[in-house]
């Protein structure tokens, strides 16, 4: 294939802007430096500018393929929202370079304190996501407050001053055997972090799991053991926990 006709000085410039190091562009492009291109964009189109965590776009595909096992698997993955409690009084107080300096130390302590399978993410502004696969009930709390610990800290900012940071943590579980959405999920987890927030913020509040028995009959059709993919339960959502 010709790859002569492509331009791709932009794309390098943007990628350079970003950090990223690529090759020496060759002269015609070669299928090498359009696949290096291409790979690097992605790469860049998944993660937070400033924290570098993955994106939104990042966390709803892995949080996709979450909900799908716990559908067809029973198993049960927790959603951790967390949200850097007094944000707007840091910008306020100390400037928008010290916000900035703050999201990314918790950006950091997030991404040190989980542990290689899960999932930190930035949704956006002070609010970040964690991800945990295959979450205990029993574990739940003790993971939760392990972050929230961490987060519980002093940043020094760009002007040498040092800022006192904490974050309230909701959790919710993705129901097993069952399969809901995303936006539900998200809805849930929410919810408890609101209740963190209101229960004078630095604290973990997590939904508990609802263990519903299900016929060995239902777990076959849940597999797909009797053709087709896991069915949509009727009236799941409504099934789950109240929030108290």
């Known amino acids: 294939m010709d790859w002569s006709s492509l331009r791709l000085d932009h794309a390098r410039a943007l990628l350079r802007q970003a950090g990223v190091v690529l090759p020496p562009p060759q002269q015609p492009p070669t299928a090498h430096d359009v696949q290096a291109v291409l790979d690097a964009l992605c790469e860049l189109s998944e993660h937070d500018a400033l924290t570098g965590l993955p994106n939104r776009r990042a966390f709803e595909a892995r949080a996709a393929q979450e909900l799908d096992r716990a559908s067809r698997a029973g198993e049960t993955p927790l959603l951790l929202m967390v949200d850097l409690d007094h944000f707007k009084r840091i910008n306020d107080e100390h400037g928008h370079p010290a916000g900035d300096a703050v999201l990314r130390a918790a950006a950091d302590?997030?991404?040190?304190?989980?542990?290689?399978?899960?999932?930190?993410?930035?949704?956006?502004?002070?609010?970040?996501?964690?991800?945990?696969?295959?979450?205990?009930?029993?574990?739940?709390?003790?993971?939760?407050?392990?972050?929230?610990?961490?987060?519980?800290?002093?940043?020094?900012?760009?002007?040498?001053?040092?800022?006192?940071?904490?974050?309230?943590?909701?959790?919710?579980?993705?129901?097993?055997?069952?399969?809901?959405?995303?936006?539900?999920?998200?809805?849930?987890?929410?919810?408890?972090?609101?209740?963190?927030?209101?229960?004078?913020?630095?604290?973990?509040?997590?939904?508990?799991?609802?263990?519903?028995?299900?016929?060995?009959?239902?777990?076959?059709?849940?597999?797909?053991?009797?053709?087709?993919?896991?069915?949509?339960?009727?009236?799941?959502?409504?099934?789950?926990?109240?929030?108290?």
């Not at 519903?212 to 849940?222: G, I, T, W, Y």
């Open 109 to 244: 302590t997030l991404r040190s304190t989980v542990r290689p399978m899960d999932t930190v993410a930035r949704l956006g502004g002070e609010e970040f996501v964690v991800l945990l696969p295959n979450v205990t009930p029993a574990r739940a709390q003790a993971l939760a407050e392990r972050l929230r610990a961490a987060l519980q800290r002093t940043v020094t900012v760009p002007d040498g001053r040092s800022v006192a940071v904490s974050a309230s943590v909701g959790g919710a579980f993705a129901p097993p055997w069952v399969r809901t959405t995303l936006a539900h999920w998200l809805e849930r987890a929410d919810r408890q972090l609101y209740e963190a927030k209101r229960a004078g913020r630095n604290r973990v509040m997590i939904e508990p799991l609802r263990h519903d028995e299900v016929s060995a009959e239902e777990k076959d059709m849940l597999y797909g053991l009797l053709g087709g993919p896991a069915p949509i339960i009727a009236g799941a959502e409504q099934a789950e926990p109240d929030v108290t």
